[in-house]
């Protein structure tokens, strides 16, 4: 599934490809993914990208006059294409863009500073100066394309209830202890829970726990002051890094999840990397926790 970190780099790349370009046009192959209308999508037809951004486990596309926002869910991967290029298997949607507006004097191009791609140069984006397709594929058809044309009061389901981003600057560690007081539950279903902060995941939540070297399992009424100072922390310091470590990763497949670089998650019987006794895994409702009993308490 991916998670704040995967869908920080998603953004930087799409907003970097897309931003400025009209979209030239759209097919959903998948019309399970779409909510919105033919008339709709059509309508979205030679409007600018302004931007590409995230939040939560969302893509927000911002237009011209429209906006389209892309929940992936567990299944849902992007990809870069040139017009024409064989087709993807299971492929959702595809959206075809005409070249970027490059007047520099241009306010509808994109201004923002270009993030950095340790050890790959920035030509593996699409030039800007070409035709390009935006893919989405989706084996399960779980995800979901909400078009929002202006004056159209659509439900984006999970949009609404969301918390702030976990990587939030404005989510202070006073404001982190002021929320975490209001839940209760296990520690892991409590940074998965999108209405205490947005973005974390099952990957994410067990990297984060590791860090805080505290226990899935225990129950956020039983930290101590210190211990919640301590996994405010280790979710600001593991978003980070990784963020860091897939900006050098996943390019030039963005289609592809990184995973292997994680310290715990599905490393089942594998060495804890900071005790190294065996690390342990456990599977309940679907999901997979992989902990270290000796160093998480």
């Not at 044309?149 to 389901?157: L, N, Y």
């Not at 209760?184 to 067990?206: C, H, M, P, T």
């Not at 592809?256 to 060495?271: I, S, T």
Request: hydrophobic share 40%; proline share 6%.
């Amino acid at each position: 599934m991916p998670e704040l970190p995967d869908l920080a780099i998603l953004a930087d790349a799409i907003d970097t490809a897309i931003s400025g370009r009209p979209i030239a046009g759209a097919t959903t192959p998948q019309s399970l993914v779409l909510r919105g209308t033919p008339a709709e999508l059509a309508a979205f037809e030679g409007q600018q990208v302004r931007e590409v951004f995230r939040r939560g486990k969302f893509l927000v596309f911002e237009l011209d006059r429209d906006r389209m926002i892309i929940n992936p869910m567990l299944t849902g991967r992007f990809g870069f294409a040139a017009p024409g290029a064989k087709a993807w298997p299971q492929i959702a949607a595809s959206i075809s863009f005409g070249a970027a507006d490059l007047d520099p004097a241009s306010t509808r191009g994109r201004a923002r500073a270009l993030p950095t791609w340790p050890g790959l140069d920035a030509d593996w984006l699409p030039a800007r100066d070409s035709t390009m397709d935006l893919r989405y594929r989706d084996a399960t058809r779980m995800g979901k394309i909400y078009l929002l044309p202006k004056g159209v009061d659509r439900v984006v389901a999970g949009w609404d209830n969301q918390g702030p981003d976990a990587d939030d600057p404005e989510l202070t560690l006073e404001v982190w202890r002021s929320r975490i007081a209001r839940y209760s539950g296990e520690l892991k279903n409590l940074l998965r829970n999108q209405e205490f902060v947005a973005g974390i995941g099952n990957a994410y939540s067990d990297e984060i726990l590791w860090a805080a070297r505290l226990a899935p399992f225990r129950k956020r009424s039983s930290l101590a002051a210190a211990e919640v100072e301590t996994l405010y922390h280790a979710t600001r310091e593991t978003l980070a890094w990784a963020i860091n470590e897939l900006h050098r990763l996943v390019p030039p497949r963005l289609e592809v999840e990184q995973r292997k670089f994680l310290n715990v998650h599905r490393k089942g019987g594998e060495a804890c990397p900071r005790c190294g006794s065996k690390i342990s895994e456990v599977s309940a409702g679907g999901f997979v926790t992989s902990y270290c009993r000796s160093c998480q308490r």
